[in-house]
Structure formats: structure tokens, C-alpha cells
């Protein structure tokens, strides 16, 4: 590749961006949001005024995918490890901590089978015209047979290095589950446990460090696509905004609804209502974890659900699930990218993505870049071009505050149900309006 000297321009003047950048984060210490709008903003900018010389600048966006990609499998091996230990300290495991598990993750069912139909409805990525780079080009898509056999871990090692997602999961899954049923009987086993948390915490901080660069990598490839492309050709992108919130709110006000009334049998209104200031939180603040307080405080003091299954399957939904960052956004990313670059996926292709977001969504939570890195390990495990994740960065801000709000709802409702079938739901608290429920907090007092 030989660069001009508008390459080299355009290197410079990306470098005194990046300056202005760091300078806002690191001495003014602006928002992580503002900081990507303002990224979006020079990319655009950058591709406007040197179109096509983006090759120099380009590769920050490059190596940053990249750095998301070799943390994918590690961090899956431990948070996957972790989440799934964490269940043998459960309340009541057989019954609570299971039925927890398969609620939260029926969320994440029903929001990427959503998400799929609408995304295939709407053809969304079928008029994008942009062109990844050689190095992220989807792979060929396996047979059947090959699929299902690639699901298990053979070599680990090989497996690892070639990205392979789906058997890391299954190894982490098959782990946990001789802890769990290892650590009564031999108390020697929770020094692996200790192992795995803190490995878990430092996989988590060492992705936050390159979720940090975000802004810069997003100007990068902002302006890789509007130089190679005309900023006409980006509008598909605001129809996946579009999208993005109508499903979260079919989510919340259509399938939570469905299953607090046909399931739990209560009165959908109730639940809305009272667990209305949670999903406020969590639509302002976007942290699942920041309002798991207030999810807690209205769960059990307004919607009458037992302390121990209130605490336990909440906490649990802010690290497992998550129907808006682990459902919704990578399916629909997904399926924009499948359509962009005309692949022919059939049936069976869908539903195996379909499972993939179920199998990621098990340990990529809580930690910093949720939904980028649920769609990263999407990707990874589908062989589709992760650069298309940083592209989305700027809708993926905005669309950020609709995706906890369902999380958190979600979470809630999966903590209802369990409640209910537990019989652990004072339904005096839950049928009282306000006035009642302060006679009753009294009277309990």
C-alpha cells in the first residue's frame, strides 16, 4: 500500500483530533457519550474534507477491533465460569436459582427472535453500502453437521486461537457445574473460586481499558466510511435507532406484560406502575448495576416480592440476561450486517444465531461496554466483521438508555415470576395503590 501526501495530512490532523479528545477526557473529564458524539463528529468531518485518504487513520479503528476481538474469549471463559459458580451460593438453588436462570434467559429468547422478525421485515442493512476491510470478512458459512459438532470444545487451545466462542462457553459451563457440585464436600475447591473471580475482575478492567478508546476509534472508522461512502448512503443507520426503541418498547409494554398476566397471573398495571421508577433510573442513568437498588426497593416494598428472591434473582438479572444489551442490539446488528453483504442464511443460520446470543449473554454482562461487547462475541462466533459494531457506536449511545430500561424490566418481571411460583409475593402489597401501601408499611412496622 503506498500513501500520498493527503494521507499523511489527514494522519495529522486526525492526531491533533485525538489530542482534543484525550484532552477533554483525561483534564476536563467530559462524558464517555459526549466524548463519542464528538468522535462521530470528526470522523465525519475527516471524511468531508480527505475523502478517500483514510488508509493511515483507518488502522486505529483497526487495531481497536482487533484488541476487542483477542479479550472476547478470555473474558467469556471467565465471566461465563463465574456467573455459573455464583449460583452455588443461591438461596434454594434447585428451585430459585434455576427457575431464575430460565427466566432471565427466556428474556433474551424473546427479545432476539424479536428483533430477528422486525430486522427481516424491515430488510434493515439491505441499502447500506460499505465495504469491511479484507482482514474481517465473514467467514463461509459451516453445514449443519459441522455446526453442531463445532458447538463442543475439543482443543481448547485451538479453539482459543481461532476465536472459536461457542465451545469456550460450553467448556466454562461444564466447569462451573463440577465446582458446584464439588464445593460442599470439598472446601478446598473455592481457591478456584477466588481464581475465577479475580481473573474475572481483571478481564473485566483490562476490556474497560479498550473500551476507553472508543472515541477515538470511532472517528477512525466514521471516517473510513464516509470517505469510501456518501453520507447518504449512512442514513439505513437511523432505522436501526428506530427499530432499537419501537422493540424495547414492544419488549417492555408487550412481552413483560404477556408474561406478568398470562404467567404470574397478576395484574400487568400494578407491576408497570410500580416498577415504573426503576426502569426511570435505568433509562437516565443506563447502568443495570447503578439501579439494581431501586429495582430491589420497589420489588419487595411495592410489588410485594420476598427480600431473598427480590435481592437474589435482580442482582442476578444485572449479570445475566439482559434482553436490551445481549438480545435486542447484536441480533439487530446482526441481521443489518447479514443483509449488507447479501449472505444467504437460512433458517437453520437464523436460529443458530438465535442460540448464540442466548450463549453469550450467560457472562458478558456487567461489565464496561455491555452491548459492545455481547455483539462482539456475536460476531466473533458468526465470523462477521466487528468493525461494523464501532460504526454503530454513535446510535449505540442513544439507543443505550431504551436498552437498560429493558433490562432492568425484564429482570424484574423474571423476578416476579419466580416469586409467584415460589409463593413469595404478599399480594396485599402488590394490589395496594400508595395510599394502602403506607397503612400496610405502618401496620408492618
Known sequence: MTFTVLDFVAAAVA??????????????????????????????????????????????GTIYSQALSAFVVPLLLFSVTASITNLSDSIRLKNIGLKSVLWLLFQTLSASVLTLIAAEIFNVGANFHYVPE???????????????????????VAQWSTNAVVPVIVFAIIVALAYNSLVKDNPDVVYFKKFIDAGNKVMSGAIGIVIDFTPYAVTALIFR????????????????????????AIQIFGVETLLIKFVAKLNPIQFLRKVAPAGVVAFTSESSIGTLPVTIRQLKEKIGVHEDIASFTASLGANLGMPGCAGMWPMLLAIFVVHMQKLNYTAGDYGLLIVLTLLVSIGTVGVPGTATITATALFTAAGLPIEMIVLFSPISMIVDMARTATNVIGAATATVLVAESENMIDHEVYNADNADQKGIAKANA
Open 225 to 248: 466510511a464516509v470517505g469510501a461512502n456518501k453520507i447518504s448512503d449512512m442514513l439505513p443507520l437511523l432505522l436501526v435507532l428506530v427499530i432499537a426503541y419501537a422493540l424495547s
Open 134 to 156: 479484507a482482514a474481517t470478512k465473514a467467514r463461509e458459512v459451516p453445514s449443519v453437521i459441522d455446526t453442531i459438532v463445532g458447538l463442543f470444545p475439543s482443543n481448547l
Open 15 to 60: 492526531l491533533v483530533m485525538f489530542a482534543v479528545l484525550f484532552f477533554l477526557d483525561k483534564k476536563k473529564n467530559l462524558d464517555f457519550s459526549l466524548l463519542i458524539l464528538l468522535g462521530t463528529a470528526f470522523g465525519i468531518l475527516l471524511g468531508v474534507l480527505f475523502t478517500t485518504h483514510y488508509n493511515i487513520v483507518a488502522m486505529v
